[in-house]
């Protein structure tokens, strides 16, 4: 079949997609920019082309796209909370069901949440309607329902990650006492593949779930059993909604944003109604504590392929940040290090790769940290989202408060953009140089400042950058000399 595959750069359609391909099928990925889509292994398969398409934008129909059999629609704004969402939900929703229509779309799979509560939060209204407006363009629609989805990388798994592993003691919101049926992704994806083109189930809509009705509490202590930690965890009734995403905010790696609208749902009973479609389809679903037990296993041998991290969810900023990629020179600050490589470059060049997260950055740790929470009291993304893994990096992907522009190792460039809170934009940039006189790492940190206080902000912070920068290049070049392959 000829698949079309919105959201492929989502948490979803990027673990979707090797397993279309896998099974024989043809995809066409829609996404809104090309650059951020993987361009190595399955990614770069014969049977996958990309199409750079912004649903909320009326799309013209590329005369080159051919007719497609199935649509996936995987597309969510929930992190657009300063706008009205909902709204465009629905339009991307109508845009993409045109879309659809002229392609000859024989069956569409939308992938949207439990909605059995008789009050719903704005979220989950919001996916209530997008499933309505897709069923009104005649084409069989086949609705999968899931609530809180468990995986390596998942906007709830990691949120939890965050509180059960920084709390041994919490004071926690009533919600706490919500309850809901969590799903493994694992099977998320199951039977998203499995609905894929069979009849029976065209025009159906699904409540998908696994096999455990928990409270927000007790999957919080079923994690903390798995990482083996004890955790006591008391409700109260004062924490008011604002709070309560204050709190969600500060502790977790999440936006404000998605915490606020997290907080909201999370007041909602999200439990599936029963229906025999896991049988239908021959799918044992997993229990939540071996869900959390799977996810670990996939972190530990480095193989999470998506996190919500690297979504435009957890960035502060809502338009394409890849217009960023060429960096200003004009009406700029910079400080440019450059230093000998006298080692091997590749290690160099490892080092490089490993920056942040866990590893850090090579001088004053500390001060990284410090300015992480100084962000967080202003709204900002921290330092709290690290790196989706120890040793890759893709264009696009978030490192700590900063955003992957553009990352080539062959050509030896890395180039990040700061998503904290500045008054300015700030760009920071790495090169090794190959040159017959001699090897060289080149770091330009650049700076672009917003009026008066973006100048007086780096004229405060110029102390600082002699000790962070120099070291910073320094431990980079000292990080590849010691590399065991050098020894």
Known sequence: MRVLLTGANGYIGKRLLPLLVRAGHEVVCCVRDRRRFPSEGIYAHPAVTVLEID???????????????????????????????????????????????????RQILYLGGIVNEARLSRHLQSRSNVDAILRSGGIPVTTLKAGIVVGSGSSSFEIIRD?????????TPRWLNTRIQPIAVRDVLEFLLRCLGDPRFAGGSYDIAGPDILTYKQMLLQFAEVR????????????????SSYWLYFVTSTSYRLAVNLVNSMKVEVVARPNDLASQLGIATIPYRRAVELAFETIERNGVVSSWKDSRVSSGFGESLMERVVV????CYFDRRIKP???????VLDAIWSIGGETGWYYGDWLWRLRGIIDKMFGGVGLRRGRTDPHRIRTGDTLDFWRVLAADRDAGRLLLYAEMRLPGEAWLEFRVVKDPGGDRLEQCATFRPKGLSGRAYWYAVLPFHHFVFEGMARGILERGAASPANE
């Open 55 to 105: 649903f909320l934008k009326k799309p013209a129909l590329d005369a080159t796209i051919p007719r497609i059999d199935a649509a996936y629609y995987l597309i969510h704004s929930m992190s657009d909370a300063s706008r009205d969402f909902c709204a465009l939900e629905e339009a991307s929703a109508i845009h993409f069901l045109e879309l659809a229509n002229r392609l000859g779309v």
């Open 163 to 171: 509180l059960v592993e920084k709390l041994p003691i919490m004071v």
């Open 228 to 243: 083996g930690l004890k955790r006591r965890i008391w409700t109260i009734p004062v924490m008011t909604p604002r709070l």
């Open 328 to 331: 200003p020179r004009n009406g």
């Open 341 to 347: 490589i006298a080692g091997d470059t590749s290690k």
